[in-house]
T-cell receptor
């Protein structure tokens, strides 16, 4: 079974530029998450989708970050304009709908470096 | 805010058992205890979860205290591949944001040959 796919794996940009990350969850998984992981810290949830609706985006810096999940499958996370402190690994995860007793499946992440 | 407390780091010898502790004194009755691990340069990976009873799977065992205020992840025979950061996370039973995984800093496990 294919896992969660993310691209690009690595991206280097200068501050004030924009960047977009793409995620393809496991087939049939209704719930999709984006996490930000700064070096040396645990992942921090940015946004959670259920199908194509947002469940929680309370920690998403909405002045510069946006995310969408059209048709309830793939998702993109955009940063515009980027700041130095946005340097991190952006992780996408998915899980089947239902009680939260099952596991989340994570992709390998997209590493962003902002210069 | 993470609702669990774990040691920053632990060391183990290869082929020996490892006991990774986690304190969660404010756990609620509907919180499940989840463990994930993150190998270098990879996304987190599910290890095990439980509610009240001890749990076993092919990767590890989870021992939960009777009062549920602490738990221990047990790797029965550590291998070099088990070197990772291990996260203990409380997760609400029901859907929506209460079921989100909130990661702390975890325990970095080193395994010596």
């Amino acid at each position: 079974e294919a896992g969660v796919a993310q691209s690009p794996r690595y991206k280097i940009i200068e501050k004030r530029q924009s960047v977009a990350f793409w995620c393809n969850p496991i087939s049939g998984h209704a719930t999709l998450y984006w996490y930000q992981q700064i070096l040396g810290q645990g992942p921090k949830l940015l946004i959670q989708f259920q199908n194509n609706g947002v469940v929680d985006d309370s920690q998403l810096p909405k002045d510069r970050f946006s995310a969408e999940r059209l048709k309830g499958v793939d998702s993109t996370l955009k940063i515009q304009p980027a700041k130095l402190e946005d340097s991190a690994v952006y992780l996408c995860a998915s899980s089947p709908i239902g009680l939260n007793t099952g596991e989340l499946f994570f992709g390998e992440g997209s590493r962003l470096t902002v210069l | 805010d993470a609702k669990t407390t774990q040691p920053n780091s632990m060391e183990s010898n290869e082929e020996e058992p490892v006991h990774l502790p986690c304190n969660h004194s404010t756990i609620s009755g509907t919180d499940y205890i989840h463990w994930y691990r993150q190998l270098p340069s990879q996304g987190p990976e599910y290890v095990i979860h439980g509610l009240t009873s001890n749990v076993n799977n092919r990767m590890a065992s989870l021992a939960i205290a009777e009062d549920r205020k602490s738990s221990t992840l047990i790797l029965h025979r550590a291998t070099l591949r088990d070197a990772a950061v291990y996260y203990c996370i409380l997760r609400g039973e029901y859907g929506g944001s209460q079921g989100n995984l909130i990661f702390g800093k975890g325990t970095k496990l080193s395994v010596k040959p």
